[in-house]
């Protein structure tokens, strides 16, 4: 880099490469959302076959390739923009210093050089002479600058002290340039894609090495920007997010997806683009490493004789391999099926009128963590926010997105017209064993806050012209939490349902921060769960949802066990639609209706 070429740089011409990258990305988004949520949809409904899965197969690459150059062009349009805003800061440095020159009275030559007039008065009896400085290497060189300060003060004229301050001042801007140039350059030429048809793991796995990449390099670019609200209130991410230029808000999708994901109250058209982007860049980068790994031998198991008896053991090639590679193998393994169940869920959109699903909330580390919605909540009538209880994981969370699948099958259905949105919200790490964890507290009290964050980012983002109906679900040890949410928080819910609780952590349905009357509880036939937690969780004897003296409504069941209140076309699932959808006159009680009298004397949901 020199002066010449810095002179003629527009960092404008950059910009407008900058956006015809976002308006392709904005184009194959479109493309994308067309294939996933029109197209695919309506081929599934309309014809069937092996013909009609070929063509879904196909058009479910298609969106995956349209969502690479989605994600890829937004990073190459960010990178252009930082490139250009780096460049533009030192062509202004540049510009400001040969103009103060010329003002001096200065002449800047075409190498940076500065050449300065003789003195105006005399010194000793003689006018001193003008003359011709160059830059100086003073800014990184201290020897440099004290020399330079030296001569400064011994120079007769005070011209030349004017001239090397320019000079400086030009050979800063330069270095500032060269120096940008040079660290663009491997970013940008990273961007470009391999010359095949077929985007691969790889081709994801490298989209996160281009993030970091861009994300390292634009750093100045990305500190110009309103910073997101250390505080982390959702009302605060929204408005910081609404006050973003179209340009700032792709720079952060592009470059900082994860933490974009994370914040209540955004979007959630905005969290949903954010954390897919996480989502099939963690695909691919645990599946590379899962192939990467030996499979684990096939002759696992051995006996030997001991006191007489055969043993059933692990042979020692399996023990070998098992200390070497299974607690990675057994992680890459659950969470890979964990993120092909979330893809599942996308591929059912418009299967029986399912609406588009959204992903609000993902990671992979440790156990994992998802919150998959049902429909835009931004948008919708009504809000159920289901929390899942003990040993969910992220390779669990395929039967807790079903759950929420058949609830919005009938609450839609008992919807009267209106909009519903139910959400799967593994915001937390839950307890991995009933026996070892499930009988601690902690795990509700630590996840509450981030609970309780998550329904008033809700309330932030929602679009509609009125309040939605929002409904919070508790299965199993998921109602403790919400218990530790109501105590220790502000539950910004109008209704609570628990099914199978085990304890809340409050004594009674009046300390759960919402209306009176509006607490239901769902206690299966056959389910040991709510007894066992009377115990364990709550200590010896306390009261539970299903007693009488919490104050619950006891909404009738017909399921059976643990995990069946969710079961298709059952009571205990109908009586949580109609909670959802603002009709508890309508909920069927136990027989035995206790204090709360015959349900159209209850004051209900609005």
Not at 346 to 369: C, Q, V
Not at 436 to 459: M, Q
Not at 483 to 499: H, S
């Amino acid at each position: 880099m020199d002066i010449a070429t810095l002179k003629a740089l527009k960092p404008s011409e950059f910009e407008e490469a900058a956006d015809g990258y976002r308006a392709t990305s904005d184009m194959a988004s479109t493309a994308k959302e067309a294939i996933e949520n029109k197209i695919t949809p309506s081929l599934r409904n309309q014809l069937d076959g092996k013909a009609m899965e070929a063509a879904v197969a196909q058009l479910k690459e298609l969106g995956k390739d349209f969502h690479y150059i989605q994600t890829e062009c937004a990073l190459a349009s960010t990178a252009l923009n930082g490139f250009a805003f780096d460049m533009a800061a030192a062509k202004r440095k540049l510009e400001a210093a040969m103009e103060d020159a010329t003002a001096a009275g200065c002449a800047v030559g075409p190498d940076g050089s500065v050449s300065f007039p003789a003195g105006s008065e005399e010194v000793d009896g003689k006018v001193p002479e003008g003359g011709t400085v160059s830059p100086s290497t003073s800014a990184t060189d201290p020897t440099s600058a004290a020399m330079e300060r030296q001569a400064i003060n011994m120079h007769p004229n005070p011209n030349f002290g004017k001239a090397i301050g320019f000079a400086n001042r030009i050979g800063d801007a330069v270095r500032e340039a060269t120096e940008a140039d040079a660290k663009w350059a491997p970013k940008l030429r990273a961007l470009k894609a391999d010359d095949d048809l077929k985007v691969s793991d790889k081709d994801w796995s490298d989209v996160k090495s281009d993030q970091d990449g861009v994300s390292e390099a634009a750093k100045k670019y990305l500190d110009s920007f309103p910073q997101p609200p250390e505080s982390g209130d959702p009302k605060d991410n929204a408005a910081w997010w609404k006050g973003l230029t179209d340009e700032q808000k792709s720079a952060y999708i592009s470059m900082r997806p994860d933490s974009v994901g994370k914040l209540d109250g955004l979007p959630a058209t905005v969290r949903d683009e954010a954390n897919r982007i996480v989502l099939d860049e963690t695909r691919a980068r645990y599946q590379l490493q899962f192939d990467s790994i030996p499979k684990p031998p096939t002759n696992e198991w051995t006996y030997i004789a001991s006191n007489g008896w055969a043993s059933k053991v692990h042979t020692d090639e399996w023990m070998e391999w098992n200390e070497k590679y299974g607690e990675r193998y057994d992680h890459l393994d659950k969470s890979l099926n964990g993120m092909q169940a979330i893809q599942d869920r996308f591929d059912k959109t418009g299967e029986r009128g399912l609406p588009e699903a959204y992903l609000l909330g993902f990671s992979a580390d440790d156990d994992g963590r998802a919150i998959v919605a049902n429909g835009n909540p931004d948008t919708a009538d009504h809000q159920a926010v289901y929390v899942p209880g003990t040993t969910s994981d992220l390779n669990s969370i395929g039967g807790n997105i079903n759950r929420m699948v058949n609830l919005w099958d009938v609450a839609h259905a008992k919807s009267g017209g209106q909009t519903v949105s139910t959400i799967t919200w593994l915001g937390y790490d839950a307890p991995d064993e009933v026996a070892k964890d499930a009988r601690h507290d902690s795990y509700a009290y630590d996840g509450a806050p981030a609970f309780n964050n998550f329904l008033d980012g809700l309330e932030a983002s929602h679009t509609g012209d009125t309040p939605p109906h929002r409904t919070v679900i508790g299965h199993s040890y998921g109602s403790s939490l919400i218990g530790a949410a109501a105590q220790k928080g502000t539950l910004n819910a109008d209704d609570v349902v628990f099914a199978g609780s085990p304890g809340v952590l409050v004594s009674s349905a009046d300390e759960m921060d919402v209306p009176k009357g509006h607490v239901w509880n769902e206690e299966g036939g056959s389910d040991p769960v709510p007894e066992l937690g009377r115990y364990f969780l709550g200590g010896d004897g306390s009261i539970i949802p299903s007693d009488p003296d919490f104050g619950a409504h006891q909404m009738a069941t017909d399921t059976h066990g643990h995990g069946g209140y969710w079961d298709p076309h059952s009571k205990s699932l109908l009586n949580q639609g109609l909670v959802v959808v603002g009709k508890g006159d309508d909920v069927e009680l136990k027989p035995s209706y206790g204090t709360f009298g015959p349900p159209g004397s209850w004051d209900h949901v609005k």
